[in-house]
């Protein structure tokens, strides 16, 4: 090998941190990494990275190249950040004082691809909230004080305004846009290109223009094993929604998924519960 080649291997070797004959943590050395930052065990680190002042990164994640994790982010184990995501950004809020200490909470085992972006929230002590197991497709963009469930999937270019509460296992399709302050019941799916104003029924399907509940989302609910009494405890439930009468009027058995919808709907609303669409369109037929 040639000198001026061998001094620029060098150069770009990984720094493998050790202890007791194994490798703790696997940092590229353009790597920026503040000194209050906290990294647990078996992190890697790739090259031009940042994590910042009083990050937290925990055991066994993968922060990849030129991926950005910012102050104040509390990040569990087994995460993969992809390159050009930028984690616990500062609110896209004109009123924001960067004084506050706010933070950024991420569960286990979530993967954000490239250009996801995820902001802090803007109130003292306050943190936006993303739960375990997600997936966050290219260009994902989640506002400040968002508060998201486990095991969600956003397809690309999905953002979410402010405030915004996602239960969990929601699946967005690409493109989805959603306003401050509305909320989405576990296990719906929204299609792809909806423009969400308002919230959205647990266990729904959402389309059209504009948006809509149209059915259960089916595929969801056996996907996770509701079938047989409880698929048709829901079924029933949705009709009588469907037709804007009171779930009280039913003796449906108290499922843990009628507990939830029943609890889910009396809970207050800032931006009104989307209805269902009409018998009539022709989308229905």
Known sequence: ??????LFSNCWQKQKITFFGKVTMDIHPTAEIASTAKIGKGVKIGAYAVIEDYAEIGDNCQIE???FVRSYVKMGSNNIVHPYAVIGGLPQDISFDVKLETYTVIGNSN???EGSTIHRATREGESTQVGSNCYFMTCIHIGHDCVIGDGCIFASYTGLGGFVE????VV???GVLVHQFSRIG?????????????DVLPFALVAGT?????????IGLRREGIKGERLKSLSEAFLCLRKARDLAELELPQTPEINYLQKWIASPSKRGIYGFVSGKTKEEE
Do not use: C, W
């Open 1 to 6: 090998m040639h000198y001026a080649e061998m």
């Open 65 to 67: 190249s030129h991926a």
């Open 111 to 113: 993967i954000f691809r």
């Open 166 to 169: 996602v239960d969990d296992k």
């Open 172 to 174: 967005f399709g690409a």
């Open 186 to 198: 576990s296990l719906a799916m929204l299609a792809g290109g909806a423009l969400i104003r308002k």
């Open 210 to 218: 504009p948006v809509r509940h149209y059915r259960l989302n089916l």
